[in-house]
């Protein structure tokens, strides 16, 4: 087998390979063919180490989105590109948390010391960051399964659903992909499966996964499916799309009905302080 192979063939795939061909980076990115994809999640999911290293580099760029990414006006259309140098990414890290701990304590004491030569402080702006309108909480998942009745594709959704509620959303994916492959018209897996992939910043998969649930139609998960692809497209910087979703979101008269229509005003409060 050659060491150096980035692509696997079939369904084996071994730590080394796993290493070489920086497999977490690209899962993370979108950038895995399917099938290597799915060689990838069989491994991790069993490969403590391989797991942890994930993980790993999930924290790594959740930590770079929110310190050093800026979400602008204009977006951008690609998903960060990273040099995966380790202790590159752990410096860049330590750096931005270090500038945005020194920023707030500069924004603390300029709140209560007046500056030299300049005149009355203005209230600080009620209207939020464009990363604060993108941030997600986790949509909660409450089991309704009764036990002995459930088909094959329920069954692995309830699993990787135990891995959903324990906050272990790179676990949780590799079974929900199988609930939905066994059952493609499964509007709970393939909802939740969008949610995870957006959860761990992988938003054109999110995407895809949550346009589908929306496609199914009128299911208890279709006022939530267009709000949550709001927030991926928020995400993306296609502010368009994203205030067309909270429209059909606030359409839909759901429970996402009020978060929504607030989340437009907020979305043109921002526009306004950038004219």
């Known amino acids: 087998m ?20 920086e497999f977490a980076e690209k899962y993370l990115l ?31 760029q ?12 204009e977006g951008s259309k690609q ?32 709140t209560s010391e007046p500056s030299v030569g300049v005149g009355p402080q203005q ?3 009620p209207v939020p960051s464009l990363t604060e309108l993108a941030s997600v909480q986790p949509p909660p998942y409450v089991s309704v399964m009764i036990r002995g009745s459930a088909d094959e594709a329920t069954q692995r959704f309830e699993q990787a659903m135990r891995q959903y509620a324990k906050g272990n959303y790179v676990a949780s994916i ?27 910043g992988q938003t054109d998969q999110a995407i895809e996964e949550l346009r589908r649930t929306a496609a199914l139609g009128d299911t208890p998960y279709l006022d939530a499916a267009h709000f949550y692809l709001a927030k991926a497209y928020l ?32 979305l043109q409060a921002v526009h306004k302080t950038e004219q």
């Open 30 to 60: 979108g950038q895995c063919s399917e099938a290597d994809q799915e060689a990838y999640e069989r491994h991790f999911f069993e490969c403590a180490e391989c797991f942890q290293e994930l993980e790993t580099c999930r924290t790594l």
């Open 235 to 266: 995400r993306k910087g296609d502010f368009a799309s994203s205030e067309d979703e909270l429209r059909k979101t606030v359409a839909i008269h759901g429970s996402h009905e009020a978060e929504a229509g607030k989340l437009i005003e907020q």
């Open 2 to 21: 050659n060491p150096d192979t980035t692509s696997i063939a079939g369904d084996m795939m071994n730590c080394d390979q796993v290493s070489k061909g």
């Open 123 to 125: 209230p600080a702006s």
């Open 79 to 110: 998903p960060l590109a990273w040099h995966w140098s380790w202790a590159a990414v752990a410096a860049t890290v330590v750096i931005a948390v270090s500038v945005g701990t020194w920023e707030r304590q500069r924004s603390h004491r300029g």
């Open 174 to 200: 590799p079974g929900l992909r199988a609930a939905v492959k066994l059952d493609p018209e499964a509007t709970d897996a393939r909802f939740y499966l969008g949610i995870s992939y957006l959860l761990i």
């Open 62 to 73: 959740a930590e770079l989105k929110r310190n050093v990414v800026a979400i602008t006006a």
